[in-house]
């Protein structure tokens, strides 16, 4: 029935209903993500259609920590595979982003990630041609990224990537080697074009 009267409503009227609305959805989803086993500060900011699995990896379970004051945006994608996620204070991580953190990944504090960024902690194994890829172990490669940090709309970060204090990752790199802090670099793969030292 509200649907159907939406048209009609005046604006700050359907503003008032949709923030009084959405602190409660936000704590509600806080409240599921909690109940699955991720350790999440209440004051985060949660979007819709956020993904997250911890999976089993040799018997251990995955870990997911996101701390105070972060914001998960609509369609992220947790997956740990076994492995530990470790998001720190004041973190952005924008619409669409996928990490996996089966070899670990740690994301430092004030960083922002934005929109179809892909952090990726591990590779796969490059078996002889009479083995089939699949079949094989993954290898787990952590990643770190520091604080104060940001890294462009659609960033790849490879496995094994260590991305210094206040680096900024230009839209669309892929960051294939570590990156010293206070760098900015762009491209594929991403190399440092200058400092903000």
């Known amino acids: 029935m509200l649907l159907s009267i939406i048209p009609y409503l005046n604006k700050s009227i359907l503003e008032i209903f949709i923030n009084r609305i959405s602190p409660i959805s936000n704590s509600f989803r806080i409240f599921i993500l909690k109940e699955i086993g991720i350790k999440i500060d209440s004051d985060c900011l949660v979007g819709k259609n956020v993904t997250v699995k911890l999976g089993l990896s040799q018997g251990k379970k995955g870990e997911i920590n996101i701390r105070a004051k972060s914001e998960i945006c609509n369609g992220v994608n947790l997956e740990c595979w076994g492995g530990?996620?470790?998001?720190?204070?004041?973190?952005?991580?924008?619409?669409?982003?996928?990490?996996?953190?089966?070899?670990?990944?740690?994301?430092?504090?004030?960083?922002?990630?934005?929109?179809?960024?892909?952090?990726?902690?591990?590779?796969?194994?490059?078996?002889?041609?009479?083995?089939?890829?699949?079949?094989?172990?993954?290898?787990?490669?952590?990643?770190?990224?520091?604080?104060?940090?940001?890294?462009?709309?659609?960033?790849?970060?490879?496995?094994?990537?260590?991305?210094?204090?206040?680096?900024?990752?230009?839209?669309g790199a892929v960051v294939t080697k570590d990156l010293a802090p206070y760098s900015i670099a762009v491209g594929i793969p991403a190399k440092v074009i200058r400092t903000r030292l």
Request: charged share 15%; proline share 5%.
């Open 84 to 171: 530990a996620i470790d998001i720190d204070e004041n973190v952005f991580i924008g619409p669409y982003t996928i990490i996996y953190g089966n070899g670990g990944v740690k994301i430092g504090r004030d960083t922002l990630i934005a929109t179809h960024c892909k952090i990726i902690s591990s590779n796969h194994t490059i078996p002889s041609k009479n083995t089939r890829i699949r079949s094989q172990p993954d290898i787990l490669l952590p990643v770190t990224i520091g604080d104060d940090v940001w890294l462009g709309a659609g960033v790849t970060v490879l496995g094994g990537i260590t991305i210094g204090n206040g680096c900024i990752v230009g839209a």
